[in-house]
């Protein structure tokens, strides 16, 4: 009886991978036929022809003669500009060409360091707090960095900008 249970097992686990081999083959057969292929291919417009036919239409249109009034509609709509240098507002006396200051906003190690009382360290400091925080504000704002105090910071303040 041990054997009858255990050949009914046996037959029952076979069943599960013939009905997948037979599921396997008939999806094999209906792929060779191949008869819908033919009727999808009369049904769909590959999409690299249909983009190439809408650009050959494209560039046989005339362009429309309404296209330079759009233009000229738009320049009209901005606003003149009396004094290009004015932009941003009148330029600072003390920023000119010939402005010696070091930009604490983009200086470098070396350019810290010929400030008085910078060092390497404190170099370092303020370009670390830089990256850290963003731009600094005005020259006052170097009081956030550690080992800049208002004694160091008094001695290199007129040799120093900020700028955005």
């Given at each position: 009886?041990?054997?009858?249970?255990?050949?009914?097992?046996?037959q029952?686990?076979?069943?599960?991978?013939?009905?997948?081999?037979?599921?396997?083959?008939l999806?094999?057969?209906?792929?060779?036929?191949?008869?819908?292929?033919?009727?999808?291919?009369?049904?769909?417009?590959?999409?690299?022809?249909?983009?190439?036919?809408?650009?050959?239409?494209?560039?046989?249109k005339?362009?429309?003669?309404?296209?330079?009034?759009?233009?000229?509609?738009?320049?009209?709509?901005?606003?003149?500009?009396?004094?290009?240098?004015?932009i941003?507002?009148?330029?600072?006396?003390?920023?000119?060409?010939?402005?010696?200051r070091?930009?604490?906003n983009?200086?470098?190690m070396?350019?810290?360091?010929?400030?008085?009382?910078?060092?390497?360290?404190?170099?370092?400091?303020?370009?670390?707090?830089?990256?850290k925080?963003?731009f600094?504000?005005?020259?006052?704002?170097?009081?956030?960095?550690?080992?800049?105090?208002?004694?160091?910071?008094?001695?290199?303040?007129?040799?120093?900008?900020?700028?955005?």
């Amino acid at each position: 009886m041990n054997r009858q249970i255990q050949s009914a097992g046996k037959q029952k686990q076979m069943w599960l991978p013939m009905l997948l081999l037979a599921g396997a083959a008939l999806l094999l057969v209906a792929a060779l036929a191949g008869g819908g292929k033919e009727a999808e291919k009369k049904q769909f417009t590959p999409l690299n022809e249909a983009v190439e036919q809408a650009l050959l239409e494209l560039d046989n249109k005339p362009i429309p003669a309404a296209a330079p009034e759009i233009k000229q509609e738009a320049e009209d709509e901005q606003p003149e500009m009396e004094d290009p240098v004015l932009i941003g507002g009148p330029p600072n006396e003390q920023e000119n060409e010939t402005d010696s200051r070091i930009d604490i906003n983009r200086a470098g190690m070396s350019e810290l360091q010929t400030l008085k009382g910078i060092g390497p360290s404190k170099a370092n400091a303020i370009i670390m707090d830089r990256e850290k925080n963003g731009f600094f504000r005005s020259a006052d704002d170097l009081l956030r960095v550690k080992g800049i105090g208002n004694k160091v910071l008094s001695e290199i303040k007129e040799s120093i900008v900020a700028r955005p």
